[in-house]
C-alpha cells in the first residue's frame, strides 16, 4: 500500500508518544521508588499494580467496546485530519504536552516529601493516558487497512 508522507508521519507520531509516555512513567516510577516513604508493598501497589491495571483497562476497553472504539477511531483520524504529528510544531506540542505531564508527576512526587499527599492517583491517571495512547495507536493501523481510508490514502499519494 502506498502512503502518503502526512500518513507516515502521523504514524510514527503515534509511535513516539506510546514510547514517549512509557519512557517518562518510567522515570518516575524509578524516581518515586527512591523518594516516596512507606513500605514496599504499598510502593508495588501505588506505582505498579494499579497504573498497570488502568493502562490495560484503558487500552481494552476502546478495542473491545464497539461505540467506544468507534468514537476512538472517528478521534484518531480527525487528529490526522488536523494535521497531528505531521509538522515541527504539532510534534513539539504532542511531546510538550506529554513533558507537562511528568512535570506534574514529579512535582506531585516532591509534594509528598513537604508532608503532601502520596500521589497514587497521579500514577493511575498516567497509566490509563499511555493505554489510550496505545490504543490510539492501534487504531491507526486498524484505520489504515479499512477500504474507504485506504482509497484516500492512496489518493493521496504522489
Known amino acids: 500500500m502506498a502512503h502518503v508522507d502526512a500518513w507516515r508521519s502521523f504514524r510514527r507520531m503515534q509511535g513516539s508518544t506510546c514510547a514517549a509516555g512509557g519512557l517518562i512513567y518510567a522515570g518516575a516510577a524509578v524516581h ?14 501505588l506505582i505498579l499494580v494499579f497504573p498497570a491495571v488502568f493502562a490495560l483497562l484503558s487500552f481494552v476497553a476502546p478495542l473491545q467496546i464497539k461505540p467506544v472504539r468507534r468514537l476512538l477511531k472517528r478521534y484518531v483520524w480527525m487528529s490526522f ?15 510538550g504536552l506529554l513533558v507537562f505531564a511528568a512535570v506534574f ?4 512526587i516532591g509534594g509528598v516529601a513537604a508532608g503532601g499527599r502520596y500521589p497514587a492517583g497521579v500514577f493511575s491517571g498516567y497509566g ?4 489510550i495512547l ?6 491507526a493501523t486498524a484505520l489504515e487497512r479499512e477500504p ?7 489518493a493521496q499519494s504522489p
Open 105 to 108: 508527576i514529579y512535582l506531585q
Open 81 to 95: 485530519a488536523a494535521g497531528f504529528g505531521q509538522t515541527p510544531v504539532s510534534v513539539v506540542t504532542g511531546l
Open 128 to 131: 490509563a493516558g499511555i493505554g
Open 134 to 139: 496505545f490504543a490510539q495507536a492501534l487504531l
Open 32 to 45: 518515586a521508588w527512591r523518594v516516596l516513604p512507606g513500605p514496599m508493598s504499598l510502593k508495588v501497589s
Open 148 to 154: 474507504k481510508i485506504r482509497q484516500i490514502i492512496e
